[in-house]
Nanobody, 126 residues
Framework: QVQLLESGGGRVQAGGSLRLSCVASGRALSSLVMGWFRQAPGKERERVFVASIDWIGRGTYYADFVKGRFSVSRENVKNTVYLQMDNLKPEDAAVYYC?????????????????WGPGTQVSVSS
């Protein structure tokens, strides 16, 4: 079993920055591909891919709508994954979820993520 816990959410003004963290326990982070997803208000059950990072951070992938603004990284020795979010826009407001995949894919589809954190709220005011 893998437990994930996100932190770092909050409220910022448009153009501001936040850094989300996700701490994993129960399994070595180096064995997991990690992803970030988000669910916007009013969109039930629709978690949208934001970014992912492979086991050692060599491969990172981003949704088009965050490219150039968000950056995903990891510190396996700390069992922590980060999502640096810069130049935030009101449409970035959502609950952000960290997820872990044991599938063996370096870029797994959403269905291949086995474990999810409870989420952290990000609010962006215009």
């Amino acid at each position: 079993q893998v437990q994930l816990l996100e932190s770092g959410g909050g409220r910022v003004q448009a153009g501001g920055s936040l850094r989300l963290s996700c701490v994993a326990s129960g399994r070595a982070l180096s064995s997991l591909v990690m992803g970030w997803f988000r669910q916007a208000p009013g969109k039930e059950r629709e978690r949208v891919f934001v970014a992912s990072i492979d086991w050692i951070g060599r491969g990172t992938y981003y949704a088009d709508f965050v490219k150039g603004r968000f950056s995903v990284s990891r510190e396996n020795v700390k069992n922590t994954v980060y999502l640096q979010m810069d130049n935030l826009k009101p449409e970035d407001a959502a609950v952000y979820y960290c997820a872990a995949s044991t599938s063996g894919f370096s870029r797994p589809p959403k269905t291949e993520y086995d474990y999810w954190g409870p989420g952290t709220q990000v609010s962006v005011s215009s």
